[in-house]
């Protein structure tokens, strides 16, 4: 009897260790995120990304330029990586370009070129020698000259930020402005107040790392 009992005790040990320890990787999965809900990131539901949007995921923020294969400072869908199943990976590999190429011969048709609605939208402008093809160096070409272009667009939406977060008109963003209208810099607003004098100026933004 006394064998029995003493059996009886190892299991019930085991089986307590053995829920100590799951609970214990649960809550372990639980605070580093492993099942966390992902947070929504195309936030204006405008079938892209931006470099703002972007920030709510630091390691989505830290791929950014690499994923941004057109360089117009947003991620659409073919450029963001895909988790799980066909595709995955940052879109199959350089926004989606080589998977893309069906045949795998180094080059893009425009027929190929339908499953990336940016270079569909812009095939006829990137194929520099207009042999119905796009290559790794037109797309290069191309999106250096269209980089002032972009730039200016860039310039002219954080312009339009700014204005729309500088509620009283002065010129300059206060701390409850920014957390108010700009979110995702409040963290950060400290750092970018160099002069500490408890304002955001376009010249402290416009110089501060990107975001």
């Known amino acids: 009897m006394k064998q029995r009992n003493s059996l009886s005790a190892v299991l019930a040990v085991a089986i307590a260790a053995i829920v100590t320890a799951g609970t214990a990787l649960a809550a372990t999965q639980a605070s580093d995120g492993t099942h966390a ?4 990131l195309d936030v204006n539901d405008d079938g892209v990304v931006d470099r703002n949007e972007a920030a709510a995921s630091p390691r989505l923020a830290a ?8 360089k117009d ?34 080059r893009i048709s425009k027929t190929e070129a339908s499953s990336l609605p940016w270079l569909t939208k812009s095939f006829d402008q990137v194929d520099g020698n207009r042999d119905g093809y796009v290559v790794r160096s037109e797309l290069r070409s191309y999106h250096e000259k269209m980089r002032p272009q972009r730039e200016a667009e860039r310039a002219k939406q954080a312009e339009e930020r700014f204005a729309a977060a500088d509620l009283n008109h002065d010129g300059k963003l206060s701390k409850l402005e920014v957390s ?15 002069d500490r004098d408890g304002y955001l100026t376009r010249d402290d933004l416009k110089h501060s790392p990107r975001h």
């Open 37 to 40: 809900p992902r947070p929504k």
């Open 63 to 70: 791929k950014f330029d690499q994923l941004d294969v057109n």
């Open 73 to 106: 400072g947003k991620l659409d869908r073919s450029e963001r990586p895909h988790h799980g199943g066909k595709g995955r990976g940052h879109g199959g590999g350089m926004g989606g370009l080589i998977d893309a190429d069906k045949d795998g011969d180094g």
């Open 180 to 194: 108010e209208n700009m979110p995702r810099l409040s963290k950060g607003f400290a750092f970018m107040d160099e």
